[in-house]
């Protein structure tokens, strides 16, 4: 039988679906079209399609075949053209026809037959700060785990992961941007990447009240509507959370779905001409801010949207108040909106929770 076949037919493939659709119906672990997971076997992996949902793994196909082999031998002899994943694609019977996740050389890279990638909100609540490197090593201490400075997710990524991962890394904490977990099994992955969760998590996460009522009927006949989450709402009440809040994004999927960073109103200034302010001359921006008063997003956010709208404020609610923080640069904002690989994924997601 083809190896490729055999891998799926293994109970593992049916342990890896219904734990990947576990990471992704939990909010604070994806959000969205985020997050992949893999399980490979002699240089064959089954990797998440990019632009589909965790959540759907066990009611739809959304895993593709790769040669993940001859890519790593590709990433590490630095071929150049190793970061078109679609030449690593293998031709098996019944596999959708999808391209693999962006993100596929964070799966093929680490030796582990299981590989989980989730964008874990108090993992990214860490890996956002500047001293993110040294608390790992203090809270993650006996995990195995590597600490990963900012790359583009794709070659750069991988560049960087092969830097500072070795043949004992269990845990990777991918700087402004989440938490790879690695186990012989699912389950052990699993185990594992909930335990980063876990310690990672703070004692207690501050939230404001509900956003006042007078912004809520403010927006009304409005092209804007107040973000639905408590935690999103909680930004606009806590000084501290705004100023992180205020500035360049903090991960990528903050951009691709939501725009660059987000646009605080100023006084006496409506949602609509705050938007219009702070989208002129850049791509249009989906979070606006009135401090002290609540978040507004577009009135037709779609799912993937709303799903990074929520993570916005659980991400910032578990920021230690006053933590500097590291942000993307403008450029690196630009090459994210600019990537073909994120227009397709954007694509796969214009309609209500809808994957072509
Ligand atoms: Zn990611």
Known sequence: MNPFLELRNDAEFERLRSISAELGRDPLQVQGPGGNTSLKRDGQMWIKASGTWLAEADTR?????????????????????????????????????????????????????????????????????????????????????????????????????????????????????????TGQSAGEARDRLFEVSRRLEPASVDLAGEAQAAFVRSLVGTDWVPAPFETTQAVAFHDGLLEIADGNSLYPDHVVFLGPGCVVAREGETVAEAARRGSAGRSARKLVICPGKGVAIPADANAATLTLVRAFGDVLVRVAPGSDVTRLSDQQENELINWDAEKLRQALNTSDGATA
């Open 61 to 181: 196909d959304i895993m593709v075949p790769v040669f993940s082999g001859r890519f790593v031998a590709a990433l590490q002899s630095g071929d150049e053209d190793a970061g078109d994943t679609a030449r690593f694609l293998a031709d098996v019977d019944g596999a959708p026809a999808l391209h693999s996740s962006i993100e596929t050389s964070v799966h093929a890279l680490l030796d582990s037959p299981v590989v989980l990638h989730t964008h874990c909100v108090a993992t990214i609540a860490i890996a956002i700060r500047s001293d993110a490197e040294e608390i790992v090593r203090d809270k993650l201490a006996g995990l195995d785990a590597v600490f990963i400075p900012y790359a583009k997710p794709g070659l750069d990524l991988a560049r960087a992961i092969m830097a500072r991962a070795t043949g004992s890394t269990k845990i990777l904490i991918l700087g402004n941007h989440g938490l790879v977990a």
